[in-house]
């Protein structure tokens, strides 16, 4: 089974900075599985992660869905030399938290402050959702969308799996699960995996 993995950092490769096999490498360790997924990347990134590759010669797709509050960059201002994040995007509580680093990000912290609009956030992140169910649904594949966040006000793709109790209860330093957390990931989507086949 050929398996195809696009998404934010729910769903990357955190053997790149850490040690610890998350959810995706427990699944790499028993399908043939394509990574595209990257830590801290917006919707938009996801979308280009779609269209960079054959979508078609997967017989799985899982999609790792973010926060609509991500505004896409060309350059990180803090983590562009980390091996992790080398190619997120922006989001204010990221920025908040690592303001001491760069003193370039204060101006971006006081627009998310005073400027940014929520409300248009959350119109293109659908739209951009709405693009991503379009794509997908022209394919054989099956398709997975996770996510580990309250998505109460944004796309609601069918077959989606909402990881947010379980984040609450098992937080830790791989794929934002601990060991226990990213194990039961994985059985749930061996589960879903193994019953269609």
Known sequence: MKILICGDSFAADWTVKYTGEGWPNLLATKYNVTNLAQAGCSEYKIYQQLCLIKLEIFDVIIISHTSPFRIPVKKHPIHANDPLHKNCDLIYSDLKEHSGLNPN??????????????EYALFVHNLICKEIDLMLGTLNSKIIHINNFSAISVYTFKNTINFLELLSQHTGKINHFDVYGNKVIFEKLISILEKEN
């Open 105 to 118: 990000v204060l101006p971006i912290i006081k627009f998310y402050e005073d400027f940014f609009n929520d």
